[in-house]
């Protein structure tokens, strides 16, 4: 909430710890003891609260929040608040009926409360915050009255207080605090506004004539119109406003069609800071502005159509994006002037011109403008700021630049031919294609116009990126970076940064780069690539294979490398499983590498068996015929050690009782039958009792197969046979 902005006495003692001894004014009549309440810090807390006969007199009640209590028909009546400290205090939010007989109210927030019947005809009020208060109190001191829920008088504190569509005739205002109140639609009629602080004032559609108002402040068509007057939206079209001071008043949106503006203040000093009068599309149509101060005024978007500027003073003022048609600018200060996006064409000062949607001339402000493709040839440019301008195919034949800034700005395909750039910053200016002064293109300078002719074609200093070679081979695709410096200007299409080469073996990479003054320069890379990795096979044994004990060929490894060579051949480890040398067994190859050092992908295994040799069939023999009617036969064969002699029979117990030899019977019009093996004692030999199946067929047409199989751990694999030894035999049924 807003104090006044000019603060009355009564308000500056109590902020001072003041009495009215200090003032000069009457003292209360003091009791004989005073009884003090606590206030608590930070909260405003007050115990005991407040009841009827207090005296609270001298007491320091800074900061007390009596919101909450109910003081109902509590009579305080000759209260004795000498030197209390009750500025910006919280008072109670039901004060039906209370007596204020001479107390001292300076500045206590009454927000909310309720003051119906409430006696106050005697008591101080000066800054008083009345916000939101319901009922009417029964008296109140002459020249305040109880207006929409404010307590209004001279020194009231009324600042963003919501007083539209009120009466405040008569009323004496004359240093209420007001800044940010609206006023819209009141009678003012007789009001004396006076001193009353008036900053952010709202207003519009009032009634009558006040009887006075703050100094630089006047009534115009039913609005308070002055230095800091709220006018968003103001309907002010034909309204005459010459000679005001309007420095920072708020006039976005408004209509000042024909509105006289001459001689008035836009934009000019306010408390020592630079303000801008706010013309965001304003309507200024066929406004008469002549004389007008508005320095840095911001006025986009406007309608100024056929508006009369003579003698006005824009400088640095913002007019883009503005209708200016038949707008007299002829005599208008416009240095420092921004600008942009302007519809229609306004009469303008000798030098200036307008173009493109702008307003240029000498001192203009076209900071980032986009300015290209435009004629600009002849123009004067003298001390116009063009800093990050894009002129990009502009001509600017002629042109005065004496002074300008052009930092940053595009100059690609404009011409300056016969520019006058005496004095012109142009660091950082993109050059290219530029006709320069001189008639020379800036791509035929080291760093466009202005600087020394390249003669000299761009350098490569070449080098190959995360790799060096191994014995002269680069293991991977080779990126050469090329690193090209020129001391022009390079042309990026024409200069690639990087080359990588493709595929094995011998490489030679080449690249040229042109600069901007047609200079070329070649460079050239070579050396040899091998990304390939060794092949690694297993010899020797067979992965899936089973080998009879004694018998197994020797594993070994082959490594085949075609580009760089074999740098490292592949070495063999054998791990087993088995027992006395049956069982299964991996043969691994690793640790190959090329000469260029690349190792091979991963391992290579085979994995294989060795198991029992298979001696033959004992029973029956190759080619034997065995009779249906039997229903069984018995197979007998043995099983042989390393050496070629018969497993002993501990050993051949041993595989049967594990089940780990069997016979298979395959043939026509049969399912696979199987018999497991046991020894036999007699034969001396490993036995197996097939069942006969009842759908064999009888005669020599139809062969079947007898097949041993041994498991060693990786599965059923028929028994190894040793030299010419059959297995499996063909057999025969009758």
Not at 6 to 27: C, D, E, F, K, Y
């Amino acid at each position: 909430m807003k104090l006044t902005s000019r603060p009355s006495t009564w308000v500056i003692a109590a902020a001072l710890g003041l009495g009215a001894a200090a003032l000069g004014l009457p003292a209360l009549s003091a009791s004989a003891a005073a009884t003090c309440p606590t206030v608590a810090a930070g909260t405003g807390t007050v115990t005991p609260p407040p009841a009827p006969g207090d005296d609270w007199s001298g007491c320091n009640l800074t900061g007390a929040d009596l919101y909450d209590y109910t003081v109902d028909n509590v009579d305080l009546s000759n209260a004795n608040l000498t030197s209390a400290d009750l500025v910006f205090a919280k008072v109670a939010s039901n004060l039906t009926d209370a007596n204020f007989s001479d107390a001292n109210l300076t500045g206590v927030n009454l927000t909310a409360a309720t003051v119906t019947g409430a006696i106050m005809a005697t008591a101080t009020l000066d800054g008083v915050v009345t916000f939101n208060t319901t009922g009417a109190p029964a008296s109140l001191p002459a020249s305040w009255a109880d207006v929409k829920d404010y307590i209004v008088g001279p020194t009231a504190n009324l600042g963003d207080a919501q007083l539209d569509n009120v009466s405040l005739a008569g009323l004496d205002l004359d240093q209420a605090g007001m800044d940010g109140t609206n006023l819209s639609g009141d009678n003012i009629t007789g009001t004396d506004f006076g001193d009353a602080g008036f900053l952010d004032v709202s207003s519009g559609g009032d009634t009558g004539t006040p009887a006075s108002l703050p100094a630089d402040w006047a009534e115009v068509d039913g609005y308070l119109v002055g230095p800091t007057a709220y006018l968003n939206g103001a309907s002010l079209a034909d309204a005459d406003l010459s000679g005001l001071d309007l420095s920072v008043a708020n006039l976005s949106d408004a209509n000042l069609d024909g509105a006289n503006l001459s001689n008035a203040t836009l934009g000019d000093l306010y408390d020592g800071l630079q303000g801008s009068t706010n013309l965001h599309q304003a309507n200024l149509e066929h406004a008469n502005l002549t004389d007008v101060q508005a320095p840095d005024a911001l006025i986009t978007d406007a309608n100024l159509t056929d508006a009369t500027l003579t003698g006005a003073n824009l400088t640095d003022g913002d007019l883009a994006n503005s209708d200016v048609s038949g707008a007299d600018l002829s005599q208008t200060t416009l240095t420092g002037l921004q600008s942009g996006g302007m519809t229609g064409t306004a009469a303008l000062p000798a030098d200036w011109n307008q173009v493109g949607g702008y307003i240029i001339g000498p001192g203009a402000n076209l900071t980032g403008a986009s300015l290209s493709g435009l004629d600009l040839s002849g123009d004067d440019l003298d001390g116009a700021n063009l800093t990050s301008a894009d002129l990009t195919g502009a001509d600017l034949t002629g042109a005065d630049l004496t002074d300008g800034e052009l930092a940053s700005a595009n100059l690609t395909d404009a011409s300056l031919d016969n520019a006058t750039t005496t004095s012109a910053d142009f660091t950082g200016v993109t050059w290219l294609n530029t006709t320069c002064p001189d008639g020379s293109n800036s791509n035929a300078h080291d760093a466009g116009c202005f600087s020394p002719l390249d003669t000299s074609p761009p350098v490569s200093d070449p080098e190959i990126i995360e790799q060096s070679p191994v014995k002269g081979w680069y293991a991977y695709p080779v990126m050469v970076e090329w690193n090209w410096t020129d001391s022009g200007t390079l042309v990026a299409s024409e200069c690639p940064e990087y080359s990588t080469t493709t595929g094995n073996g011998p490489f030679k990479l080449t690249a040229s780069c042109t600069d901007l003054a047609g200079n070329t320069g070649t460079a050239s890379m070579s050396g040899k690539v091998d990304a390939s990795a060794p092949v690694v096979t297993v010899t020797g044994v067979a992965a899936g294979r089973m080998y009879a004990v004694g018998h197994v060929p020797a594993p070994g490894c082959a490594t085949r490398e075609t580009i760089s060579g074999v740098g490292t051949a592949a070495r063999l480890s054998v791990s087993n499983g088995a027992s006395h040398g049956i069982g299964p067994f991996t043969a691994t190859c690793a640790g190959a590498l090329s000469v260029a050092g690349i190792p091979q992908a991963s391992p290579v295994s085979a994995q294989y068996a060795v198991g029992y040799g298979f001696g033959g069939f004992i029973a029956p023999r190759s080619g034997g015929t065995i009779t249906k009617s039997s229903r069984s036969f018995t197979v007998t064969f043995r099983l042989l050690t390393a050496s070629g002699a018969p497993i002993s029979a501990g050993t051949a117990k041993a595989f049967a009782w594990d089940q780990d030899v069997r016979v298979e019977l395959t043939g026509p019009r049969i399912k696979t039958t199987l018999a497991w093996c046991g020894w036999s004692r007699s034969a001396k030999a490993l036995a197996c009792t097939i069942k006969i199946p009842a759908r064999v067929r009888s005669g020599r047409g139809y062969r079947y197969d007898l097949t041993v199989q041994e498991n060693v751990g990786t599965g059923w694999h028929t028994a190894p046979v040793i030299r010419r030894i059959a297995n499996p035999e063909v057999i025969h049924f009758r």
